[in-house]
């Protein structure tokens, strides 16, 4: 069954504001991973936190990690035109092979 | 620039035509995978090669047939291809003996199946 979910399935939001992408999954996990693509390519690697991090930052970007509630979120502030892609969550559970969600699809309108 | 790189960037193929897809990572991994994407679904695993054998199958139609000659680089091979393996065929690599290693992917192959 799928693990991961990301929520919603597509955001608008105007330049500047910031964007909030979720994502729930079902089994316990070592870690969890954002992933950006931009239309046409591949995916890319934003952020990993492990199952015993709450939070991490790396730029404008912010993750966090709620294991009790399954569930994380990427915070993307600031927005910019260039943010526009779609962004994935994967989970990676010991021994098996990560596991990606749908993906919401971020546009970011000038 | 990635560290993968996926030719071709795009094919158009008959369904009785046999071809392949080629992935070579610049990257010293020891593990490289292809993913199928299609539209409105969440990226599947096809294969996962792990210091050079194959590890996982996933239950992929015998139309694809994967090659791993060696850690840096990873063919699928088509052949009698139906309509709905049209799709965007992504190849990447990762460390296996990494347990928090992400995944590094190419630019993929457009794949479409007249």
């Known amino acids: 069954s799928q693990q991961g979910e990301e929520d919603p399935q597509a955001l608008s939001i105007q330049e500047g504001e910031n964007a909030t992408m979720n994502c729930s999954y079902k089994?316990?996990?070592?870690?969890l991973q954002w992933y950006r693509q931009n239309s046409g390519r591949g995916l890319v690697h934003l952020i990993l936190?492990?199952?015993?991090?709450r939070e991490k930052h790396s730029g404008r970007l912010r993750v966090t990690l709620d294991t009790s509630k399954k569930s994380s979120s990427l915070l993307i502030t600031a927005s910019r035109a260039a943010d526009t892609a779609s962004y994935f969550c994967?989970?990676?559970?010991?021994?098996?092979?990560?596991?990606f969600g749908p993906g919401t699809r971020l546009s970011v309108l000038p | 620039e990635t560290g993968v790189t996926q030719t071709p960037r795009h094919l158009v193929m008959g369904m009785t035509n046999k071809k392949s897809l080629k992935c070579e990572q610049h990257?010293?991994?020891?593990?490289m995978y292809w993913y199928k994407q299609s539209a409105k679904k969440p990226l599947e695993l096809m294969f996962v090669?792990?210091?050079?054998?194959?590890?996982e199958n996933n239950s992929v139609p015998s139309r694809f047939s994967p090659e791993c000659p060696n850690s840096s680089h990873l063919f699928l091979h088509l052949h009698t291809l139906q309509p709905e393996d049209s799709a965007l065929y992504l190849c990447?690599?990762?460390?296996?003996?990494?347990?928090?290693?992400?995944?590094?992917f190419g630019n993929g192959t457009r794949l479409t199946v007249t």
């Open positions: 990447a690599s990762s460390q296996a003996d990494r347990g928090d290693s992400p995944l590094h």
């Open positions: 089994t316990s996990i070592n870690n």
């Open positions: 936190i492990r199952s015993n991090e």
């Open positions: 994967a989970t990676a559970t010991y021994g098996q092979n990560f596991v």
């Open positions: 990257l010293g991994h020891n593990a």
């Open positions: 090669y792990s210091l050079e054998e194959r590890v």
